[in-house]
C-alpha cells in the first residue's frame, strides 16, 4: 500500500545518511586478510577466534579483538619486526566477513536475515533499506529487540512516525546484537447484513463505526442495533461483546 511505497522512498534516502562511519572494532567471528608489502607468501585470511585472535604465520597468536584494523596491523608489524622476520614491515589489514557487528531482521520484509553493520552508523530506516524494505502485508507497528544488561527488552515502533514523518524519536540508531520483528497486519472479518462483508484491514485505532463504513454500512434489511464483536484473547478464548452506536 502507500505506506510500503513511501518506506521504501524515504529508506534509500536514509541509506545516504547512513555513510557516517565510527572506527570498527574487530570481534569474534570476523574473518581478516592480512598483507605484509614485499612479502606475499605472508598474505593469510583468518578468523578472529572467540577469545578475539588470531594465528600468523611465523609469529603464532596475535590479540586483535576489541581493536581496529589499523591498530592490528601495527601489532602484527611490531610482532613481525621483534623476531627479526621482516626488517622494515608495512602491515595492511582489511576485513572480508564482518560476523561480530550483525543485526537480525525478521518477519514480514522483503529480505528477511542477518546483516552486518561494518563501521557504518545505522538507524531503523537504514536496516529496513538493507532488508528491502516491509512486505505489503506487514504490521504498522514493529518490535525492535534488545538485550540490555541481560535482559530483554522489546521496544514498540510506530512504523509510519519513524519513517515517513522522520520522527528521529522512533528512527533510533540500531546497535550490533539488536532484532528488528515486522509482525504481519492484523485483519478484521465484517460479515451480515452489511453492504460489503468479507476481510479488511485494521488500521490504528479504527472503532466499531468505522469498521461499518469500511463494510459498506449496514443494508436496507440491516440495523445497527444488537451489534456484536467477537474477539479472540491470548488463550485462544473467543469473547462477544454486545455493542451499541450512537
Excluded: W
Excluded at 5 to 20: D, E, F, K, M, T
Excluded at 82 to 111: D, E, I, M, W
Excluded at 129 to 141: E, F, H, N, P, R
Amino acid at each position: 500500500h502507500f505506506l510500503n511505497l513511501l518506506l521504501l522512498a524515504c529508506l534509500s534516502i536514509g541509506v545516504a545518511h547512513a555513510q557516517q562511519q565510527r572506527a570498527y572494532l574487530l570481534g569474534a567471528g570476523d574473518v581478516i586478510r592480512v598483507t605484509v608489502f614485499q612479502n606475499p607468501d605472508m598474505q593469510t585470511d583468518t578468523r578472529v577466534s572467540d577469545q578475539g585472535s588470531i594465528t600468523f604465520p611465523l609469529i603464532g597468536n596475535v590479540q586483535v579483538g576489541g581493536g581496529t584494523t589499523t591498530q592490528a596491523a601495527q601489532k602484527i608489524a611490531a610482532a613481525l619486526k621483534t623476531g627479526g622476520f621482516v626488517l622494515k614491515p608495512q602491515v595492511n589489514v582489511v576485513v572480508q566477513q564482518f560476523r561480530a557487528r550483525q543485526v537480525s531482521v525478521l518477519g514480514y520484509v522483503n529480505r528477511p536475515g542477518r546483516y552486518p553493520m561494518e563501521d557504518q552508523v545505522l538507524h531503523l530506516a537504514d536496516v529496513l533499506s538493507l532488508a528491502g524494505g516491509t512486505t505489503l502485508v506487514a504490521a504498522d507497528q514493529l518490535y525492535v529487540i534488545r538485550s540490555l544488561n541481560g535482559k530483554e527488552e522489546r521496544i514498540p515502533v510506530d512504523l509510519e512516525a519513524a519513517v515517513s514523518y522522520n520522527d528521529l524519536g522512533k528512527n533510533f540508531e540500531i546497535f550490533a546484537g539488536d532484532t528488528i520483528y515486522v509482525p504481519k497486519q492484523q485483519y478484521i472479518y465484517i460479515y451480515g447484513q452489511v453492504n460489503r462483508p468479507g476481510q479488511y484491514r485494521l488500521e490504528r485505532n479504527m472503532t466499531v463505526m468505522q469498521g461499518l463504513a469500511v463494510g459498506g454500512g449496514v443494508t436496507l434489511r440491516g440495523t445497527e442495533k444488537g451489534l456484536t464483536v467477537r474477539r479472540r484473547d491470548v488463550g485462544g478464548k473467543v469473547e462477544t461483546l454486545n455493542v451499541s452506536v450512537q
